[in-house]
């Protein structure tokens, strides 16, 4: 019989993709990123909201980008730090 004691101790990930914000570079960034989690134990409201970041590099411009998660009471939300227009996409 099979163990499942490490698979419930990992840290659980999410895997988004968005397309890379780079002029001329047609890569789509896929990255499995830290979730982030909204607290609802913490006693106040603004200690519930959760973050979490990860840097990914395209491998077509070879450039970094910082994705940034965030967890409030309406959802969660993933965005790439410096380019807000670019649109994050949970797969």
Sequence with gaps: MGSSKGH???PEGIDIQFDCPTLK??????????????????????????YSKVNVTCVGCKREFTI????HGAGTTYSVTDYPGVEVSIV
Aim: glycine content about 6%.
């Design 8 to 10: 419930w101790m990992e």
């Design 68 to 71: 940034e998660g965030h967890a």
């Design 25 to 50: 570079c047609d890569e789509i960034i896929d990255v499995a990123a830290e979730r982030a989690y909204y607290d609802i134990s913490a006693e106040n409201e603004s200690d519930m909201a959760g």
